[in-house]
């Protein structure tokens, strides 16, 4: 039996206090489990145990009917998983399953496995929960057996001091609370958009708004700390459409740009990257290899790549590649909510934040 999960070495937990007790959130993108026996074997049941100093807090088993019917649809859903853009946009890497080798039943013959994508916990409790056990029980050669595998969970601290790349009023949205949004993506777990409403209070006012009408369009994008310019593109000039289909040719063609519109990826001290992306179509005022200073501006907000309205996308990474690089929570030192309280995370969805 091998049990491996992505990430293999520990999961961020984004804890939060909260009326006396402690919000954990996290998520693991990927579970695989896999026959490596030569004799077939009987999945009996997934288990996860929670836990905080050595105490379990809660368990979540998938059994009988649960388990045949979510290894049934990871067979009939989780082919694109295997390799190429997707994966590696979801998972980081292709390869992490070979759709080729995937079970769709509890059995599973020598060389077959099954898998569970994106497993969202929640938990609430007295203090944060910082151990994940995976439990695998099966059946062979009418032994049970269990395969149990150990992931920490970790409250992750930047290892420098950032601000928001915008100025003024920020609505924010999409961030690891809106579990479908980006947070699915390897990368962009803790990705967040950013864009700006009028002074009623409206992101879009008016019918057939162009681009010009968006009070964040054109807006000065700023280095969230000193770095050096890795990776930007500038000249991508075009919104792409949400299917796939009609927009594959165009990932072909120009690759992360068709995604992300035009963007840039600067390289801070300690190893942390952090992203822009649909930016205005030849606004950047940096290029490859240049070192930039904290609050300069490197670009402006657009609404390229795949965008359905001018945002600009931010994301913390530990690496420069947007599709391998594993995305990273961002504190900033220079935002309050709309009460003027000072915030570290942007922690909530869909809330406005200001940055000085």
Known sequence: MEVVTKPKDFIINMALESGGKVISNFLLHGLRIKNSSDKK????DIKFELYTSNTLVKEIVYQGESLSNIIKKFAENGAWLGKGFGAKLFLGEEGFWNPECYTDSVEMRPNQETGIFNEYFVVIYDKVIDKLVIKVNYLQCE????????IPLIQYKNKNQYILPLKGSISTCGNYNSLPDHRQHYSMEFAFDMAQYNVDQKLCYKENMCDEDYIVYGKDVLAIADGEVVDCYYSFDMTTSWNWDERKPYIDKYGLAAQCGNYIVLKHENEEYSFYGHLLTNSLTIKNGDKVKQGQVIGKVGNTGLSNCPHLHFQLMDGPDF???????????NITDVA??????IQEENIIVHAE
């Open 41 to 44: 074997l009987i999945l009996k």
């Open 143 to 150: 032994e049970e057996h269990v395969h149990e595998l150990k």
């Open 323 to 333: 599709l391998t690089a594993r995305g990273l929570p961002c504190s900033f030192l």
């Open 340 to 345: 003027g309280n000072r915030l570290n995370f």
